[in-house]
């Protein structure tokens, strides 16, 4: 079984090689296309696509912070149209239980046996609404499925599809009846970003689009599954040198040391800002990562993972801060 596993990883490190221009294109293209067929929905948030298909791309997961309303739920929708995936959302409340999300086995008078029913995590694109409304033990039942792609379910295993995404959302104004989700499952989160209200505009363009009817409901597939695959096997092709690595690192380890916090990011953090920034190298047309794609990424990846010391928050103190702060004092290499 080890030789089994050790040739796996081995074959795996070995088929790293340059992309090829057609590769680098047909990639490009596919990213281009589901951004497009998105903002035919999501008016003004470019930005916020392009975060998310980098999620997507480099196999992470999102957290979505923002106020009633911005278009969370519009956007995961677009998405799992866009490239044909099975959608399904949860409405997380405090009397949801782990069981409600994972799957039950229910006995059948026909053939006398238990049969297991698959609860909405089985699915491509999961929208996880009001996460933090639920309990902590309910919560917690995301954890497994998110870091490993599989649940364990009275004591089986099950494999979730190889394109699984979670997008998660919660409110940040209302916090009556809420649970923080806990360190470990912030960690969890490949980002966190939020999507803002749009300029006036655009906000104008949203009513004419739905003046008669939801652009969702017009909305077609442009890219499938395969396509998916196939970019997240482009982006484990993109180069980024030691030393942008050790920017990376750099970058991380300065937030455990900084001013007023009191856990730093971990080297899960470094991963996903690593595999995000690949993404994003692919996406602008390169085959491997610059500073660039690393400062862009660095805020939405780090800062959800810090905790602040209660003082430092008192004090006016955010997350979003420290990143920054680290963002100017560690040197870029050449």
């Known amino acids: 079984m080890t030789d089994t596993v050790s040739n796996s990883r081995g074959s795996k ?3 790293i090689r340059r992309l090829g221009p057609e590769e680098l294109t047909a990639a490009r293209a596919v990213v281009a296309r589901i951004a497009r067929n998105i903002a035919r929905v999501m008016q003004g948030q470019a930005a916020a696509t392009r975060k998310l298909l980098a999620a997507l791309a480099s196999g992470g997961h999102v957290l979505l912070e923002d106020f009633p309303g ?3 739920t519009t956007l995961a929708k677009a998405l799992a149209r866009s490239i044909d995936a099975t959608f399904k959302r949860i409405q997380f409340t405090p009397d949801l239980l782990p069981s409600d999300i994972l799957g039950v086995s229910v006995f059948s008078q026909l053939d006398q046996r238990f049969h297991f029913h698959e609860g909405p995590i089985f699915t491509h694109i999961l ?4 996460i933090n409304r639920a309990s902590p033990r309910t919560q917690s039942a995301l954890l497994e499925a998110m870091g490993e792609g599989q649940v364990s379910v009275e004591g089986e295993r099950r494999h979730l599809p190889d394109v699984f995404f979670v997008i998660a959302t919660q409110n940040p104004v209302e916090f009556r009846g809420t649970y923080p989700l ?3 499952q912030m960690d969890r989160f490949a980002m966190q970003f939020r999507l803002g209200y749009v300029r006036p505009e655009e906000e104008v363009a949203i009513l004419t689009a739905q003046q008669h009817n939801h652009p969702l409901d017009d909305l077609q597939p442009c890219a499938t599954l395969a396509e998916v695959r196939a970019l997240r096997a482009a982006v484990e092709q993109v180069r980024i040198s030691d030393e942008l690595k050790r920017y990376v690192v750099d970058l991380v380890r300065a ?3 900084a001013e007023g916090v009191q856990l730093g990011a971990s080297p899960r953090a470094s991963i996903a800002l690593m595999k995000a920034a690949q993404a994003l190298a692919l ?3 390169l085959d491997f990562v610059t500073p660039d794609q690393v400062q862009e ?6 800062a959800h993972r810090l905790v602040m010391h209660p003082q430092a928050r008192f004090a006016g103190r955010t997350a979003v801060a420290v990143v920054r702060e680290v963002l ?6 050449a």
């Open 13 to 15: 490190e070995g088929a």
């Open 70 to 72: 911005t278009g969370k």
């Open 127 to 130: 929208l996880a609404d009001e």
């Open 182 to 184: 806990p360190e470990a």
């Open 255 to 257: 937030t455990r040391t």
């Open 283 to 285: 996406f602008d047309g």
């Open 297 to 302: 990424l660095a805020e939405p990846v780090i």
């Open 328 to 333: 100017q004092k560690v040197p870029v290499p």
